[in-house]
């Protein structure tokens, strides 16, 4: 079974753009989370995901935002980029992810903001 | 506000020694797991531990959730130089809506 595919894994953009990140999830995973994991703040929780509802938020501005679709993928989009946004972007998947359930990362995206 | 603290930030030690991690929170955990993460890799799930007072082994790695669910160690015996990664213990709480809060890892280095 193929994991978490994360697209693209490297991006370079510049202070005022916007980006978009792709997730693919493992088949069957109905729970799409992201996480953005800086050397300052650690991983931090950015939203979850569950059948095309976003399910939970964590405490990031609205610039950040994602969405789900139909086969479970996801994007997640950061508008207005800020030389702070530099991070690697994690996207786990689960089968429900309530209570202790197992999530699976992705190998994250690298976005470098210039 | 960091609801779960971990510690030591960083650990280098030689082959064969022996570490503890932590991991603390004011709160209560309704579960905690512990990760691991190589350098160009997301995190791999190592242990999930929900009851207060569990002890679970994985090989040389022992974890352990305190009685009052609100911290939690792990513990490796025999350092190895493949040990060498981030490990990251990851809460939900209560009150937190599901969420799952991390801590802000424990960079460790084994050295042969």
């Known amino acids: 079974k193929a994991g978490v595919t994360q697209t693209p894994r490297y991006l370079i953009k510049t202070r005022g753009q916007q980006v978009t990140l792709s997730c693919s999830p493992i088949?069957?995973?109905?729970?799409v989370s992201w996480y953005q994991q800086t050397p300052g703040q650690g991983l931090q929780f950015l939203f979850e995901?569950?059948?095309?509802?976003?399910?939970n938020k964590g405490n990031f501005p609205g610039r950040f935002s994602g969405r789900q679709f139909s086969n479970s993928r996801s994007e997640m989009n950061v508008s207005t980029l800020e030389l702070g946004d530099s991070a690697l972007y994690l996207c786990?998947?689960?089968?429900?992810?309530?209570?202790?359930?197992?999530?699976?990362f992705g190998p994250g995206t690298r976005l470098t903001v210039l | 506000t960091q609801l779960l603290e971990q510690s030591p930030q960083f650990l280098s030690i030689q082959e064969g020694e022996n570490l503890t991690v932590y991991c603390n929170s004011s709160?209560?955990?309704?579960?905690l797991q512990w990760y691991r993460q190589e350098p160009g890799e997301g995190p791999v799930l190592l242990v999930t531990?929900?009851?207060?007072?569990e002890v679970k082994k994985l090989k040389r790695l022992t974890f352990q959730f305190g009685d009052a669910r609100k911290d939690s160690s792990l513990h490796i015996t025999a350092a190895q130089p493949g040990d060498t990664g981030l490990y990251l213990c990851?809460?939900?709480?209560?009150?937190?809506?599901?969420?799952?809060?991390f801590g802000q890892g424990t960079e460790l280095s084994v050295k042969p």
């Open positions: 786990a998947s689960s089968l429900a992810a309530r209570g202790p359930d197992t999530q699976y």
């Open positions: 088949s069957g995973h109905r729970s």
């Open positions: 995901y569950f059948s095309e509802t976003q399910r």
């Open positions: 709160s209560v955990f309704s579960s």
């Open positions: 531990v929900v009851t207060g007072g």
């Open positions: 990851a809460g939900r709480f209560y009150n937190q809506g599901g969420k799952l809060i």
